[in-house]
């Protein structure tokens, strides 16, 4: 399936450039605001990602703005850096000053073009806002020969008068033109047949490259984006987990690994670096506060999941049965069993060897059966309740250690300290002294000392589970040993009792499990 290199040497096969505009586009989702901050990492992660071209931002519109495009073009190696303008002095001037320090910078022009646009955003005649664009373009041409032209709302606009517009705007310097479905209103046949008669129509065509800029209003952005490309769009504007505009532009991922995955349909190759597009999402879903829908294409995380008895069964005997994504193709995790009533041992002898046991034979049909009765209950099973099943059924062994005794000092001039006494299944008691960053660290040190283990925290959470001065405090933790993670619980009213009782929880469970290992 992943015959990338190969298509990539093949003489028919063209490159296809990805332009990513999450920082721009995908900025603009509502709630969606970033920081200068978190703009630069996730440019950083966007060049790793290997991506075209960056849009960086939209410079005029605030000074943080521009200061954040101009921090991506000094920092960010490898990719154009672009920086989106009105067709007006002002906005090209800020747009400049963001992106001239980039390695490669690219001004991106654009002005509405469809009627509605012209008439009621700038109650202009159309042969105003064609002499405004090239007029745009000229002056951008003082500052680089990089330039895009973005005819807005060109989807509904005049055909005719779309041709005469990027035949001048080629004349006057544009390199690019970008063909947007602002409003998400193409349908992939007329999108795809439109691009093909601008090649047709336009006299100069030959003399830049065509893009495209599709929304998904229809939930048809992906698809006409693909249709554009067949028809001889070369660049894609796309972003990351097809965030943007309202119901957000086409998903970098999902045209991306389309081509990959159907390259009998599509000869065409992208140089995106595949591995990191499962980080890529996660970083932008993070730094946005937009969650993945889990059944998004690609990326989401139902993606590589499989529910049904039939299909995880085929599943295990062959993957291509039901996937035709290799998780790690994105850098994804390996497909995921979700197990549910209608999973049969198969798929929970599978789970239970990925977690580390190898049972007995009556032990599994004893973990089968709890398994079963628990799914009736739960919808879906997940590798920690399966944990569960197998600590609270199998295993018969008392926690290995217990809490005995507990003292910190912590304060604004001591340095915190802990001392542990732990309680042994034997009847022992150890006790250790520790010093730590905080009381809780001091302690977890001081537990660390007396089993010998070099226990991670992964993650600490703490709730309140009542309400007051007096409330009862739970601790989760996750820890980690070896290629292991676990999850601890402890309540308590003292918060720092919590957290040992949910250290000692995890780790006797860790315990617990490397003993059938
Ligand atoms: O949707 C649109 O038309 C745009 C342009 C600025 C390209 O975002
Ligand atoms: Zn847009």
Redesign the pocket.
Known sequence: MNKQADLKKSSQAEKIYLFD?TLR?GEQTPGARLNYEEKVEIARQLARLNVDIIEAGFPVSSPGELKAVQEISRQIKGPVICG?ARAVKEDIDAAWEAIKDAESPRL?V?LGASAIHMQHKFNKEPAQILEQAVDAVKYASRFTSNIEY?P??ASRADEEYLYQMIEAVIEAGATVI?I?D?VGYAVPEEFGGLIRRIRENVGNIDRAMISV?C?NDLGLAVANSLAAIKNGARQV?CNINGIG?RAGNASLEEIAVALRIRQNHFPYYTDLNFSEVYRTSRLVSKMTNISIPVNKAVVGLNAFSHSSGIHQDGVLKNKETYEIIDAELIGGSAAKMLLTARSGRHAVLDQLNKLGFSLTREQLDVIYEHFVSLADKKKEIYPEDLEALVLDHISAAEPRYRLDYLQTVSGSKSVPAAVIRLMKEDGNTIEEVAVGAGPIDAAYNAINKITGLSVGLEKYKINAVTQGRDALGEVQVNLSYQDRTITGRGTSTDIIEASVKAYLNGLNKLLKINGYG
């Open positions: 505009s586009d989106l991106h654009f973005s807005e709302d970008n947007p602002t800029h929304h504007e505009e």
